[in-house]
């Protein structure tokens, strides 16, 4: 049971848009996923497939304001394929692309009431944010999104430990000269 | 009745958020914008104030995987300053930053039923795409964002023609070696 991993194209969007709301449980998500994603970040998000069907896909980018960022900002996985490590590969491929453009962290935000999300991230080595409350004894940044849309806030070091958030702050100081 | 333009920042984000759907006419947009506008694409987002209250703000950011293009994401301007050329003072700037970033060339999509938005981008020298329908005798691409999403495409070059289809898709061929 391997997968192909590739980069995503803007062909993909249609069939991705088409399993989106199924594969998140019914949650409405599509329209969260708008089609520049597919267009203009192609050579940081994949497709993952299975005899050539559709397994899972990552839509991701470099910051361009803030150097040395990468963002994950859409993971899905096919129902069908959890627990198969797909999630895991999907992110390595992640990792691979950001830290050859030169990033340092990844950060990527999930909803609280995304449990699963929240322990694949702690699994995966992220680290969770500070927020201004808590649910279930994880710190939550609300109304971080949209109306009222409360986020959990993840970082990953690609590099061992984090920078510090004095060197952070110095590199987007430097950037904005 | 100047307005003072600067770099969008996080901070705005909220404040951007609760005028949203007001300005669009009470159509729910907010949504529609999440946050990592305001975080990771900020040199090339720009907000307008006049006697220090937000009149408008413009988010878009550079082509990470096509060379040379640039893409205008949400423009806002409060209903209250329309008609004082603000629309095009914001993307004077955006135009004037992309191109100090080697773009050639911008991109943009709207909604058909937006027919302000349609004017607008045709007065600010933008050229129609082709689509697949047509409605009222502009060109749409059925089906492009989310579910059924129907979209005007823009193009506008920002040195005098455009780049042609061929010179374009070796761009993209060059940059995805």
Chains 1, 2 share one sequence.
Not at 136 to 165: K, N
């Amino acid at each position: 049971m391997t997968f192909q991993i590739r980069r995503l194209s803007t062909a993909d969007y249609p069939l991705v848009i088409s399993v989106m709301d199924q594969w998140w449980g019914g949650r409405p998500m599509a329209d969260k996923l708008p089609r520049l994603f597919f267009e203009h970040f192609t050579d940081t998000s994949f497709a993952a497939e299975r005899d050539g069907k559709l397994a899972g896909f990552l839509t991701g980018f470099i910051s361009q304001s803030r150097p040395g960022e990468a963002y994950i900002h859409f993971v899905g996985v096919d129902p069908a394929e959890r627990g198969s490590g797909l999630g895991r590969q999907l992110y390595a491929a992640f990792f691979a692309a950001a830290e050859a453009r030169g990033c340092v962290l990844v950060r990527v935000v999930t909803s609280p009431v995304n449990r699963d999300s929240i322990a694949f991230h702690q699994r995966m080595g992220f680290q969770l944010e500070s927020g201004d409350a808590q649910v279930d004894g994880i710190p939550v940044s609300s109304g971080y999104d949209g109306h009222g849309g409360d986020r959990v806030r993840f970082i990953r070091s690609l590099r061992g430990a984090l920078p510090t958030r004095r060197a952070q702050r110095r590199a987007i100081s430097m950037a904005a000269r």
